[in-house]
């Protein structure tokens, strides 16, 4: 036995009951899944899995597979000092190893980074936490009324 993992997921396409089922019997087939609670209304699912067994990409492809998808957020920082090349690889790759962050985008002649991510599973004040880990002061230009959406939620679940 491997360890478990609990996991909330924003689906994207649901508009009726049947949806709901479709969604939790196509995860629940991945070996590994625990169980899979997907809620209508409030368009997340809460999904128990087995970490040695299975994973987030797993998930997230068996949901596109059934015809749904997995709803993203954008955010974008400017970076305080510009990065070179070197750099940008560095945080790219950094980033993408955080759970949840799904697409990263560096320019560096603006200094933006934009990032695509899950926003049940990691907030922009995180992202701009790691930045600043990495060497990088950043300020915030995305919409941030996401993620306290997903404080209150995930407050809401506990
Ligand atoms: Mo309901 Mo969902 O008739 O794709 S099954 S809308």
């Given at each position: 036995m491997g360890k478990q993992k609990n996991l909330i997921l924003p689906i994207q396409g649901m508009t009726c009951a049947n949806c709901v089922s479709t969604v939790e019997r196509n995860v629940k087939?991945?070996?590994?899944?625990?169980s899979v609670a997907v809620n209508l209304s409030s368009e997340r699912a809460a999904v128990s899995y087995d970490e040695s067994n299975t994973g987030l990409d797993e998930i997230i492809n068996r949901i596109q597979r059934a015809g749904y998808d997995v709803a993203l957020a954008e955010g974008e920082f400017i970076l305080k000092n510009s990065p070179d090349a070197l750099d940008s690889e560095r945080i790219a790759k950094d980033l993408l190893?955080?759970?949840?962050?799904r697409d990263v985008n560096i320019n560096i002649s603006t200094s933006k980074v934009s990032i695509r991510y899950i926003p049940t599973l990691v907030s922009q004040l995180e992202i701009r936490a790691q930045l600043k880990r990495l060497g990088f002061e950043s300020v915030i230009l995305g919409d941030q009324a996401i993620d306290q959406e997903e404080l209150v939620r995930r407050k809401e679940i506990k």
């Open positions: 087939k991945l070996n590994g899944v625990q190893k955080v759970s949840g962050v």
